[in-house]
């Protein structure tokens, strides 16, 4: 059921009207309910796998939570005349016991996800290595169905099990309550990859009909769809033909393409966001916000810490920090301080780390070596970046000087006064030169996109490389890109919504827009709103003989 199909938003007004006529402590069970009929709608059989993820945590949870309070109950007055070494062995049982079931658990939720989303892939690599040997037997690949979003809601139910492991939540006594976390539909598809700690404050309480909350919500779902609608289904039709024929369209169609991409991910990603945000507002409950103006970073590294934040800080706190306060990574540290210096010995354990984080994150995205390679190339960046920091360093120190002395005695017009004196002039201060860091961020993260949008490593360098070699720039303004299959009125469209975009990202660095719509006449808010559901409305990508594109992040 597509989040802008006319059955998804008939699915929701009966969800909206049903569940506050119901009485508030069922609303819950109601929500319930529905996201288990969403899912069902999708394919009956994804509910047998959702089930057994939510099943299987929720008992190993339950069970860890019973030891947690068994080694309470123990330790007692009773128990203090014990030994301390009699102590120390239980309390080494009891945590055993509590990891065997926390290891059970991630067994079972990431075995169904690594078996249905990666053995086909591994197949694939299996028999690449016989090919390569020279052995003729091949294994034949499996119709394995890979449920919808099973990605996000593993990794949802990964973080419970290992929050109550850690002891930062207790286990929730209520299975259907749990599986109401694991379900909730708005998220289950593309995210954000919610805490069981921050989504559970709001999602099993009982909710007033608030005007505010359905103004708000409605006006975020809106957004969602304009984003959806207007601007990534229309740039589609560009980006497909693109990479439909690349043999056709290289050197600068390439360059044209990375960029149209990045426009298209970018608002197909952030409407769906915004949509599941608008749900659960409308229904009283808090999701997290999952983007912060990603395309003002100034690095890439700024870049990953605006853009699906729930996933970067999920692979943080789970993958990252454990690794590298892992015993291995320790004796790694240790070793090779002592025989490859102070400086290697800190940075190679944080660097293997950030590999491991990286490789995961690519494979995370897609069973296939486009999404590693992908992932490895951010880590890259960023790690050569973060070498490169006390170069950048004397260089803006340098310019900066160049700057004061260009600027000395021009008053505070380029460098603060203090006491008379031209304050040394900063570079990363200047609006041209943080532009400038803006805009190659851009560029690089496009470029690296494209191993998603071509989907085959040596074909992505190849594309690379025609940017340099075939000299067709011409094409960018003679009119050559009106045969991707959009018009001129359509340019126009999308570079109107671009402007929207950008206008709207820069207005929330004060305060929310739709808290400064609030502040504004009756009259102004409904123009406004009005008037974007008519553009919608009349500039949506959607009717007779359309088939309307699933969200991107829907495949992951």
Not at 324 to 350: D, I, N, Q, Y
């Amino acid at each position: 059921m597509l989040f802008t199909s006319y059955e998804f938003i008939g699915f929701l007004i009966v969800l909206f009207v049903a569940y506050y006529l119901i009485p508030a402590r069922h609303q819950w069970k109601l929500l319930l309910i529905f996201s288990y009929f969403f899912y069902y709608c999708a394919n009956p059989l994804y509910l047998i796998y959702i089930a057994a993820t939510t099943v299987a945590v929720f008992f190993a949870a339950r069970g860890m939570d019973r030891l947690t309070g068994e080694g309470k109950m123990r330790a007692t007055a009773a128990e203090a005349a014990l030994p301390a070494e009699e102590k120390k062995r239980r309390r080494a049982v009891l945590k055993k016991k509590k990891y065997h079931l926390l290891l059970l658990g991630l067994i079972i939720s990431i075995g169904l996800l690594a078996v249905t989303k990666y053995t086909n892939f591994t197949i694939v690599n299996i028999n690449a290595i016989l090919r390569a040997t020279g052995s003729g037997g091949q294994l034949r690949l499996l119709n394995i169905i890979v449920p919808l979003g099973i990605s996000f809601y593993t990794f949802q139910a990964v973080s419970y099990l290992i929050d109550v492991y850690r002891g930062t939540v207790a286990a929730e006594k209520n299975i259907c309550r749990f599986a109401l976390f694991v379900s909730f539909f708005p998220q289950l598809i593309q995210g954000p990859i919610s805490r069981y700690g921050d989504l559970s404050q709001s999602l099993y309480g009982p909710h007033s009909f608030d005007k505010k909350n359905l103004t708000f919500g409605l006006q975020r779902i809106l957004w969602g769809f304009f984003k959806k609608l207007v601007i990534a289904d229309r740039m589609l039709v560009a980006v497909n033909e693109l990479i439909r024929d690349p043999d056709a369209y290289g050197g600068a169609y390439v360059f044209a393409g990375m960029l149209f991409y990045a426009l298209l991910l970018y608002a197909d990603f952030t409407g769906g966001i915004d949509i599941t945000i608008g749900i659960a507002e409308v229904l009283g409950i808090k999701v997290k916000e999952n983007f912060l103006r990603p395309f003002f970073s100034k690095s890439v590294k700024e870049y990953w810490r605006r853009w699906h934040i729930s996933m970067g800080t999920w692979f943080t706190d789970y993958i990252f920090y454990p690794v590298t306060a892992s015993k291995p990574m320790l004796k790694l540290s240790k070793w090779s301080r002592k025989h490859l210096g102070l400086a290697v010995g800190k940075r190679l354990p944080v660097y293997l780390s950030s590999f491991i984080v990286w490789f995961a994150t690519g494979l995370w995205h897609g069973a296939s070596w486009n999404f590693i390679v992908w992932g490895l190339a951010n880590w890259f960046v960023i790690m050569v970046s973060q070498e490169l920091e006390p170069m950048y360093g004397r260089f803006h120190k340098c310019v900066g000087m160049v700057g004061a002395a260009l600027r000395k005695g021009k008053g505070s017009h380029g460098a603060e006064q203090e006491g008379g004196t031209a304050a040394p002039y900063r570079i990363t201060g200047c609006v041209w030169y943080k532009s400038f860091q803006v805009v190659r961020t851009v560029l690089l993260m496009s470029l690296i996109r494209t191993f998603d949008c071509y989907r085959d490593v040596p074909l992505t360098f190849r594309m690379w490389g025609s940017m340099l070699t075939e000299g067709n720039w011409r094409i960018l303004w003679d009119g050559s890109l009106l045969r991707l299959g959009l018009s001129a009125a359509d340019y126009v469209l999308l570079f109107a919504g671009l402007l929207l975009l950008v206008t709207a990202s820069l207005r929330q660095r004060k305060a929310p827009l739709r808290k400064q719509l609030a502040e504004r006449p009756y009259w102004q808010r409904f123009t406004l709103c009005f008037g974007l559901f008519l553009i919608v409305l009349v500039f949506g990508v959607y009717g007779i003989g359309h088939d309307g594109a699933q969200f991107i992040y829907n495949q992951f």
